[in-house]
């Protein structure tokens, strides 16, 4: 008898998680990630490689002439943006944003 009680009971109490799960992952939205990419004096650098690594996966662009990113995640979380080009240092930065949020993150690059 008692251990009919429990088979009853597992369902009950993870139903609320179950459920939950569902409604976040339903309301995940993409992030659009933009950057500009600048030296010391604040001039723009083009064709700097750009990887942005997430839990899912990583995605590599490359700056544009004025020194522009953008990736487009597919939900929220954290980010670990690399950056690198011939005569600077390279940079490490790490990001985090919500699900349907647009964020800019400007990073200065110093030569070698």
Same mark, same amino acid.
């Given at each position: 008898?008692? =251990?009919?009680?429990?088979?009853?009971?597992?369902?009950?109490?993870?139903?609320?998680?179950?459920?939950?799960?569902?409604? =976040?992952?339903? %309301?995940?939205?993409?992030?659009? =990630?933009?950057?500009?990419?600048?030296?010391?004096?604040?001039?723009?650098?083009?064709? @700097?490689?750009?990887?942005?690594?997430?839990?899912?996966?990583?995605? %590599?662009?490359? %700056?544009?002439?004025?020194?522009?990113?953008?990736? @487009?995640?597919?939900?929220?979380?954290?980010?670990?943006?690399?950056?690198?080009?011939?005569?600077?240092?390279?940079?490490?930065?790490?990001?985090?944003?919500?699900?349907?949020?647009?964020?800019?993150?400007?990073?200065?690059?110093?030569?070698?």
């Amino acid at each position: 008898m008692r =251990l009919h009680k429990i088979k009853f009971l597992i369902p009950v109490i993870l139903f609320p998680f179950i459920f939950e799960s569902c409604i =976040l992952d339903a %309301t995940k939205e993409e992030v659009i =990630l933009l950057g500009k990419v600048t030296d010391s004096s604040g001039a723009a650098i083009s064709d @700097v490689t750009v990887e942005v690594e997430f839990i899912s996966g990583k995605i %590599t662009t490359y %700056t544009s002439s004025d020194g522009s990113f953008s990736v @487009v995640a597919a939900h929220g979380g954290t980010a670990l943006i690399r950056l690198g080009k011939e005569d600077y240092i390279p940079q490490l930065v790490k990001t985090a944003f919500k699900s349907g949020e647009s964020k800019t993150i400007d990073i200065r690059m110093v030569k070698i």
